[in-house]
């Protein structure tokens, strides 16, 4: 059974800039893309940043994109967001995903190519 734990959420001004992580259990993380997802109160659940299995491609929502940055650390079984230069319209849940399927060729924004899930991690920006 694979579990993804997210840290590293918080309350920041806006400007200001947080690191999430998202730390995975099993063997296999390296043959799977990885990717996060927010959720805003009253809002759907959207796709952020998507990181290949390999960490050789990378996919960015326009809203985040020049600002955010997604990256996984195989040895350590982990996948991180850096978040700069942060909205207060970035306030929601974000969630780390893991792709159904192992060494895909594509990376995808929508929801169900992510079959496992986190408990998501709070991050608030104040104005």
């Known amino acids: 059974q694979v579990q993804l734990v997210e840290s590293g959420g918080g309350l920041v001004q806006a400007g200001g800039s947080l690191r999430l992580s998202c730390a995975a259990s099993g063997r296999t993380f390296s043959s799977y893309h990885m990717a996060w997802f927010r959720q805003a109160p009253g809002k759907e659940r959207e796709f952020v940043a998507a990181?290949?299995?390999?960490?050789?491609?990378?996919y960015y929502a326009g809203s985040v994109k020049g600002r955010f940055t997604i990256s996984r650390d195989n040895a350590k079984n982990t996948v991180y967001l850096q978040m700069n230069n942060l909205k207060p319209e970035d306030t929601a849940v974000y969630y780390c995903a893991r792709d159904w399927d192992q060494k895909r060729t594509t990376l995808s924004s929508s929801r169900l190519m992510y079959h496992f899930w986190g408990q998501g991690t709070q991050v608030t920006v104040s104005s």
């Open positions: 990181v290949s299995w390999g960490a050789d491609s990378t």
